[in-house]
């Protein structure tokens, strides 16, 4: 999306959980909403915080991290541009269970919960889209759970690259955390996915170069998939 100064009702209809609302309705919610600019490591908000709104990405990616004591900090979501997060803590008024951190510049709007709450009661129809994003994000959360349970560790991380294809014939594509913050995010150890990274260049499926990677033919990347999926579970990282 671009970078340039529009008013929030504009960049709210850009989302895909605002699309169909009537302008009446998207004017009252933009007219609370407010705008967060932040640069690369910035932190939006701090696991544990009280839970103040509905964020929504308009350019940039941010990163989910929770830290569990005895376990250190872990990745466990990265939201880019037209995606919201915060809804599970807003409908259950818990503090925040992640801390928000951007992965790169980015443009985060937070439409506050007493807005969404009020919009929620006078407006049936962006209920039902609230419940539908909530219903995605519950499905996505098994399909994720699903991968991890089953196929290779390389399987696992060949699946997290095609995710971010999306369908294209080749993929360049900067990691958005550290390898370790994504080798947690995969259950896996951070020399276990340095041993993954090396194999899969060393087959001429990834390029490297830090942390800009290039898939060069991701349909030859999706044969290895289906091919490492039959093998047999690697032995827990």
Do not use: C
């Not at 309705?25 to 509905?54: C, I, K, M, S």
């Amino acid at each position: 999306m671009s970078r340039r100064d529009v008013a929030p009702a504009a960049l709210l209809a850009r989302l895909p959980l605002f699309t169909d609302l009537a302008p009446a309705a998207l004017a009252r919610l933009a007219a609370q909403a407010t705008r967060h600019r932040l640069e690369r490591g910035e932190v939006l908000f701090r696991q544990g915080e009280p839970a103040l709104g509905l964020y929504l990405v308009v350019y940039g990616d941010i990163k989910l991290i929770s830290n569990a004591p005895g376990r250190g900090p872990r990745l466990t979501g990265l939201v880019g541009p037209g995606q919201s997060f915060g809804e599970p803590v807003l409908f259950l008024e818990q503090p925040t269970l992640v801390q928000a951190t951007a992965a790169s510049d980015a443009l985060v709007l937070r439409v506050p919960k007493d807005a969404v709450f009020t919009e929620i009661d006078r407006n049936p129809r962006f209920a039902r889209q609230m419940i539908a994003g909530l219903a995605q994000r519950v499905q996505a959360l098994v399909q994720d759970l699903d991968r991890q349970a089953s196929g290779t560790a390389k399987a696992r991380f060949v699946a997290y690259l095609l995710r971010h294809a999306d369908g294209q014939a080749s993929l360049s594509w900067r990691l958005p955390a550290t390898k370790r913050e994504i080798a947690a995010q995969l259950n896996l150890t951070p020399e276990h996915l340095s041993r993954i990274l090396h194999d899969l260049v060393a087959a001429g499926l990834l390029r490297m170069q830090g942390r800009q990677l290039f898939v060069p033919d991701t349909a030859r990347l999706s044969q290895e998939h289906v091919r490492l999926r039959r093998k047999p579970l690697d032995v827990p990282a």
